[in-house]
Structure formats: C-alpha cells, structure tokens
C-alpha cells in the first residue's frame, strides 16, 4: 500500500521567504507527526496532530513555525521568514491511534530537504 | 530530562562479522522502544519495537533486545546492503512524551564486502 508521502523532496529557498511543506500520511492513519532532522543531531519532535483534537504544538522551535491539517488528512508545515538554521530535513510521520497502553508505530515519509541560502 | 544515548556513533565491519548496536535510555516509564533503520536520503524504516524487559524480537539478520536500561540491536553475519544508520527511540507512558518519539543520534553502521 501507499506509504507517507511529502512534497517537495527537496527545496532551496532565500533567507527571509515563506515555506510550505506538505504531507499525505497512510489511508486511515489519525495520528500525523512532523519531526526536524538537522545534521550530526537526532531527530527533534516539532507537532502532533490526532483526529479532531487540538494539536501539541510543543516542539515548535520559534512562531515562524505552523502547521495545519486539513480534513483530518494532508498537513502543511509553514515557515515564516526563513533563516539559515532553517536548513534540514523535515519529516512526516503517520500512525494509528492506539487506546492507552499499548504502543504506536510511526511510519515516515522521505523527508523534505530545505535549504535556506 | 529523557534521554537516549546510541553507542557507538560509527561502525565499520567486514561482511559476516557480527556485532552489537547500543541504545541507553533514561525515560520516567518506557511505554516502548523503536528501532528504525535510515538509508541517506530517505526517512527511518520501522524494524521493531519491543516494550518489556527481556522482550526480543528478530528479522532476518537483525535481533533486537531489551532491559531495563538499554537496548541491542544484534546483526548476525551483517551484508553489504546492511550499511545503514539505525536509530533508537523511546516513547513514554504518559505526558507529551506518550505520543512523540524521542530519539538518538543514531549508529552508523557500514559493512564492507
């Protein structure tokens, strides 16, 4: 089956231009994550959107960041007034929501590649 | 502070020399512990999770463990097609944590034929 998918897989932009990057996650998967991958460091949680709740928006690094997700589906993740340490790559995540205990697989999509020059 | 610490960052091995990956972890209740594997320039591939102590679970060449406070990812007689960065990541019972995974900064792993 189709796995998550994001666009663009690459995007080079100019210090001071807004973003958008998208994110289809899997058929039927509530849950959708966006982590920020930056070079040498670990992956970094950025958003979490489940159903119709409000997101957790808790590991947005600065205001120039949001995220939508429309129609409990496609998420966009938008950047404001891009810097260079914008620069990385941004992943997307999808799961099923699971009851409490149990535990959650996130699948990911390829990444967008943002560079910021 | 949660924390996951992957050892070591690197590593080199001739194909079919077996070897063991690291993830130490210090969480307030584990919910579970993921194991992905990244190829460059593509996203993590889920390969395992494991959630209780002394839970193991294997595919193909690869077997990952768990205790209390860390992590083995075993590769058996690791291929060439095997050079990855595997990843650990832990998720918490309950708070914030419970949904996000937190991550290490991965090992490195090539295997050379």
């Known amino acids: 089956g189709a796995g998550v998918s994001q666009s663009p897989s690459n995007k080079v932009t100019e210090k001071g231009k807004d973003v958008e990057l998208r994110c289809d996650p899997i058929?039927?998967?509530?849950?959708l994550y966006w982590y920020r991958q930056s070079l040498g460091q670990g992956l970094e949680f950025l958003i979490y959107f489940q159903g119709n709740s409000a997101p957790d928006k808790s590991g947005l690094p600065s205001d120039r960041f949001s995220a939508e997700r429309t129609g409990g589906s496609v998420s966009t993740l938008t950047i404001q007034r891009t810097q260079q340490e914008d620069s990385a790559v941004y992943l997307c995540a999808s799961s099923l929501f699971r009851l409490a205990g149990s535990y959650n697989e996130q699948f990911f999509g390829p990444g967008t590649r943002l560079t910021v020059l | 502070e949660d924390q996951v610490t992957q050892s070591p960052e690197a590593l080199r091995l001739q194909e079919g020399e077996s070897s063991s990956l690291n993830c130490s972890y210090t969480?307030?209740?584990?919910?579970?512990l993921f194991w992905y594997r990244q190829d460059p320039g593509k996203g993590p591939e889920f390969l395992f999770t494991?959630?209780?102590a002394g839970e193991e679970k294997e595919k193909e060449r690869l077997k990952a463990t768990l205790t209390k406070k860390e992590s083995f990812l075993h590769i058996t007689a690791p291929k060439p097609e095997d050079s990855a960065t595997y990843l650990c990541a832990v998720q918490q019972v309950s708070g914030a944590g419970s949904y996000q995974l937190t991550f290490g900064k991965g090992t490195k792993l090539s295997v050379i034929p």
């Open positions: 969480v307030s209740g584990l919910r579970g």
């Open positions: 058929s039927g998967h509530t849950a």
């Open positions: 494991l959630y209780s």
